[in-house]
């Protein structure tokens, strides 16, 4: 069974940092894409980073480019996304999927909030 | 960057009855087009990929149609597990989302 779950979100006042990981289970986590998608309270969802199998090629939404990286270590069947000069307008819940052209399977989500 | 608009917003419909979700790309999207389900406080869940082809476990109720810039979701009947909100992307170049039809009970 395909699982994702991620962790690491929490409150951070704005211009703070956070690292969210995605654990990946029941697939071969090299063969795959993996993506970062989030979304806002009562909002809609938003594609935020990709990132290829070996990790060697990596791509972001304009609004996110220069604060955020990710980073994966298939040894550890895990993705990364650190955040650092973080904004209000970061809130939301993080998801990370897996890619197959398209999300096709996604975890729980990681609530981030970017308060003072 | 390709522009995803769903309409209505909100439909309200009666269990049992159909409904029909739109879906249009601001530019060609061929079919590379997927529809997910939402409910509160859950993840996105694939429904329907290469605008017509259901994801595995998908009840048959559910079918996608449609290529190029217009697509539609059709639920033949819905049942009460299917009131959430339901979003299309196209995953033709990068990532974009609609932004959502929520249906709701009549």
């Known amino acids: 069974e395909v699982q994702l779950v991620e962790s690491g979100g929490g ?40 990132i290829k199998q070996d990790g060697s090629d990596k791509y972001y939404v304009d609004s996110v480019k220069g604060r955020f990286t990710i980073s994966r270590d298939n040894a550890k069947n895990s993705v990364y ?29 990681t609530l981030v909030t970017v308060s003072s | 960057e390709i522009v995803m608009t769903q309409s209505p917003a909100t439909l309200s419909v ?54 190029g810039t217009e697509f539609t979701l059709t639920i033949s009947s819905l049942q009460s597990e299917d009131f959430a909100v339901y979003y299309c992307q196209q995953y033709k170049n990068w990532w974009t989302f609609g932004q959502g039809t929520k249906v709701e009970i009549k």
Not at chain 1, 81 to 102: H, I, K, P
Request: hydrophobic share 35%; charged share 15%; glycine share 12%.
């Open chain 1, 11 to 50: 409150l951070v006042q704005p211009g703070g940092s956070l690292r969210l990981s995605c654990a990946a289970s029941g697939f071969t986590f090299s063969r795959y894409w993996m993506s970062w998608v989030r979304q806002a309270p009562g909002k809609g969802l938003e594609w935020v980073a990709n």
């Open chain 1, 81 to 109: 996304l650190q955040m650092n000069s973080l904004r209000a307008e970061d809130t939301g819940v993080y998801y990370c999927a897996r890619e197959a052209w398209f999300g096709d399977f996604w975890g729980q989500g």
């Open chain 2, 14 to 67: 009666s269990p049992g009855e159909k409904a029909t979700l739109s879906c249009r790309a601001s530019q060609s999207v061929n079919s590379n087009l997927v529809w997910y389900q939402q409910k509160p406080g859950q993840a996105p869940r694939l429904l329907i990929s290469g605008a017509s082809t259901r994801a595995t476990g998908i009840p048959a109720r559910f079918s996608g149609s449609g290529s």
